[in-house]
């Protein structure tokens, strides 16, 4: 069963923005607003690595290739977390993903959406 849903990926040029959101459908007020949520991207040929974190007192986390660019949010009354993409870069293109780590019972992630970025 899917837990967690993103949407807003796409193609752009560089210097351009995205908005990415997560949803997380199933989950109850009260599993959404105490868990730790995230955003990971893979880009082609590497790792997946961290974006950013907001957990769930929102203490954020960025990667320093993204800081001062993204910004992580989220909205625990509709279960949802956003990442505002500014700025963007070639290198941002990659699979995005949301993540969540839930109080006490696992993490769980998205199945990824595309970000492209064109030069």
């Known amino acids: 069963q899917v837990q967690l849903v993103e949407s807003g990926g796409g193609l752009v040029q560089a210097g351009g923005s995205l908005r990415l959101t997560c949803k997380a459908p199933r989950n109850i007020f009260s599993v959404f607003s105490a868990s730790d949520m995230g955003w990971y991207r893979q880009p082609p040929g590497k790792e997946r690595e961290l974006v950013a974190t907001?957990?769930?007192?929102?203490?954020?986390n960025y990667a320093d290739s993204v800081k001062g660019r993204f910004t992580i949010s989220r909205d625990n009354s509709n279960k949802k977390v956003y990442l505002q993409m500014n700025s963007l870069k070639p290198e941002d293109t990659a699979i995005y993903y949301c993540w969540q780590a839930r109080q006490n019972a696992g993490t769980y992630w998205g199945q990824g959406i595309q970000v492209t970025v064109s030069p």
């Open positions: 907001i957990s769930s007192a929102r203490n954020i």
